[in-house]
Nanobody, 124 residues
Framework: VQLVESGGRLVQIGESLRLSCAAS????????MAWIRQVLGNEREFVGGISGEGTVTRYGDSVKGRFTISRDNARNMVYLQMDNLNQNDTAVYYCAAGEPPWTVTTLLTGYSSWGRGTQVTVSS
């Protein structure tokens, strides 16, 4: 499955932003999907994950209560709604897909297909 992220841009502290991930190649309804971010020079960080049917979600501690992951399997799309952004959210955000049997995992090794990322910059 091929993944292409979009929606990243420069925003101000406290603003909201929605990222999109367009999948192609095969239906993603059987895939767990995730958003993972990376600051240059740092390790990649799990942001949020969602099960194939969208019934199970998990979030990284730093974004709980502020970010929401969702999916539209009919459109082969995954989204990340980010609210109350702060400067620590500045990063490249990647969309990733993983095959069964896991439902959702925070382990980055559980995702085998990755997009090229989209840059989110939060400025004061």
């Amino acid at each position: 499955v091929q993944l292409v992220e979009s929606g990243g841009r420069l925003v101000q502290i406290g603003e909201s932003l929605r990222l999109s991930c367009a999948a192609s190649g095969r239906p993603i309804s059987n895939y767990r999907m995730a958003w993972i971010r990376q600051v240059l020079g740092n390790e990649r960080e799990f942001v949020g994950g969602i099960s194939g049917e969208g019934t199970v979600t998990r979030y990284g501690d730093s974004v709980k209560g502020r970010f929401t992951i969702s999916r539209d399997n009919a459109r082969n799309m995954v989204y990340l709604q980010m609210d109350n952004l702060n400067q620590n959210d500045t990063a490249v955000y990647y969309c990733a897909a993983g095959e069964p049997p896991w439902t959702v995992t925070t382990l980055l090794t559980g995702y085998s297909s990755w997009g090229r990322g989209t840059q989110v910059t939060v400025s004061s």
